[in-house]
């Protein structure tokens, strides 16, 4: 089974589902799988994921997880994880096709509190059950090199970084064996992972806050203009002023810069950059938090997480030189590097709609707007609304 223990997701994971639980209990949702290379998948492909997947209903929290997840979320209440150590993976609501090209759909609906948690598993799944099936054989000696190569790379150029590599590795195993050349070369530069499982099993910290889906949630409930200002304050009164890294390009950067103020800036260490070009964007957040908010830059840290390399950076990191606290969270390209000419997948889960009773109300479309050109993600006629409401057309 490619998940082996219910804490091999991201951390995000976690505090997004206390955050549903606080804010939306009754808020239902259905998540999609988008494959962004059009994949033809294996004949078959579904009904071995579909037993893949409901596998997953044999996971369970176990002690020495639930000590783990509580150190790494400080704050959070006891009924939390009371109520985690009774939940279970449940089928109900996911349904998966291939169609006759091969092409994969995947969709999961349900309680958000309760699916959230199917992102991680759906995605690495599908990404080691395919390579499994296609027959791709990872070069191990590759992989221990070149992975040492990249951690003293990083190490030697004073780069902090995570591991972000959970959705798409290339499997387990990889994984492991990934982390473990990480830990034994890049020493103190190497400051923790996403993954909650492997970050437990390293003595990492597990690294993250919230995914673009929290924020996708309440600009559908509640309007975008508004949104990021909403999130900012809900997700402040939910967790205290924990977990404070705000990702803020989920309706692009010109919305949330409008709903930022110094106020709320302070209450948070820094932002998340995840789309758009890298420099651009630290050019950006550095003048505003200079010359707009009046905070200084160098107090404040930039995670940037947006499709990136060991060389990547570097490059990022010696540019921004000292002028912002700035790490870095790498997936693929250390999960997925595997030699023989092996190449990622590239899917994601995606949040597309909620309601907020299942009695009563009709469902609305959820949208995200990226920094990248082309990444809008969403029904065409919501995401028209979204720009127009944002008078970013």
Not at 118 to 125: F, Q, Y
Not at 184 to 197: K, P, Q, R, T, Y
Request: glycine share 6%; proline share 3%; aromatic share 14%.
């Amino acid at each position: 089974m490619p998940c082996k223990s219910i804490i091999d997701t991201d951390l995000y994971s976690f505090s997004i589902g206390y955050f549903y639980m606080k804010n939306f209990p009754d808020v239902e949702g259905t998540f999609e799988f988008i494959d962004r290379n059009n994949t033809v998948y294996p004949e078959n492909f579904d009904i071995l994921l579909r037993a893949e997947l409901t596998n997953l209903s044999w996971l369970k929290l176990k002690p020495d997880e639930e000590s783990y997840l509580r150190s790494q979320l400080p704050g959070l209440p006891n009924w939390y994880f009371e109520w985690l150590r009774g939940y279970r993976f449940d089928p109900k609501g996911l349904d998966i096709k291939q169609d006759e090209e091969g092409h994969l759909s995947i969709t999961k609906t349900g309680l958000l509190y309760k699916e959230l948690y199917w992102e991680e598993p759906i995605l690495s799944t599908v990404s080691e059950l395919y390579h499994k099936m296609i027959g791709y054989e990872p070069d191990l000696d590759y992989i221990v090199e070149n992975t040492k190569r990249k951690a003293l790379l990083l190490k030697d150029n004073g780069v902090k970084f995570s591991d972000f590599g959970t959705r798409r590795r290339f499997s387990y195993d990889v994984h492991e064996l990934v982390l473990q050349t990480l830990k034994e070369h890049a020493d103190e530069a190497l400051i923790g992972s996403s993954n909650c499982h492997f970050a437990m099993k390293f003595g990492l910290k597990s690294i993250g806050t919230m995914a673009h889906q929290a924020i996708s949630t309440v600009g559908a409930l509640h309007g975008y203009k508004y949104a990021n200002y909403n999130m900012i304050n809900l997700w402040s009164e939910t967790f205290n002023g924990k977990f404070v890294s705000y990702l803020y390009d989920t309706y692009g950067h010109l919305a949330f810069m409008n709903n930022f103020d110094k106020t709320r800036a302070l209450r948070w260490d820094g932002l998340r950059v995840d789309s758009g070009d890298n420099f651009k964007a630290f050019d950006m957040m550095y003048g505003f938090y200079k010359n707009t908010l009046k905070i200084k830059p160098e107090t404040i840290n930039l995670k940037f997480s947006n499709n990136l390399t060991a060389e990547k950076a570097v490059e990022i990191h010696k540019y921004i030189d000292g002028r912002m606290i700035d790490s870095y969270g790498i997936g693929t390209s250390f999960v997925c590097d595997c030699g023989n000419d092996i190449k990622p997948n590239n899917i994601v889960m995606k949040l597309f709609k909620v309601r907020k009773d299942r009695f009563t109300d009709e469902w609305i479309n959820c949208v995200k707007l990226s920094d990248d050109e082309g990444k809008y993600t969403g029904d065409p006629e919501e995401i028209q609304r979204c720009l127009e409401e944002l008078s970013l057309i």
